[in-house]
Nanobody, 129 residues
Framework: ALQLTESGGGSVQAGGSLRLSCVAP??????MAWFRQLPGREREGVAG??????????LPSVKFRFTISRSRDIDGTTLYLQMNILKPEDTGVYFC??????????????????????WGQGTQVTVSS
């Protein structure tokens, strides 16, 4: 099974920035994404990137503030989420996710957490006002 390891969460004041990282070892023919679970809310897709073309998609409330990217080397893939202009309503647990089945495109996958079959352990992001 693919092991996803996240890092980079923490606490920041409103308007600040954080960068999350997620390491996926080995050959990674996957669509990958960041999800979050806000207090009292269901898990929602924040940003995703397709396997081949690198097409990205974002939750409307984070578009233009968050940027998803990835880097690949011989050891695997690292997925990033650069989060700028953070708001208190961004507070929650952020999860890295990967899927081998992304035939409907990354936008569709981002709207259905069940599409993803590999998950990281989650990292807490806290934004204070």
């Amino acid at each position: 099974a693919l092991q996803l390891t996240e890092s980079g969460g923490g606490s920041v004041q409103a308007g600040g920035s954080l960068r999350l990282s997620c390491v996926a070892p080995g050959n990674s023919p996957y669509c990958m994404a960041w999800f979050r679970q806000l207090p009292g809310r269901e898990r929602e897709g924040v940003a995703g990137i397709s396997r081949a073309s690198g097409t990205t998609d974002y939750l409307p409330s984070v578009k233009f503030r968050f940027t998803i990217s990835r880097s690949r080397d011989i050891d695997g893939t690292t997925l990033y989420l650069q989060m700028n202009i953070l708001k208190p309503e961004d507070t929650g647990v952020y999860f890295c996710a990967a899927t081998t089945v992304c035939t409907e495109g990354i936008a569709a996958a981002l709207r259905n957490p069940n599409t993803f079959n590999y998950w990281g352990q989650g990292t807490q992001v806290t934004v204070s006002s």
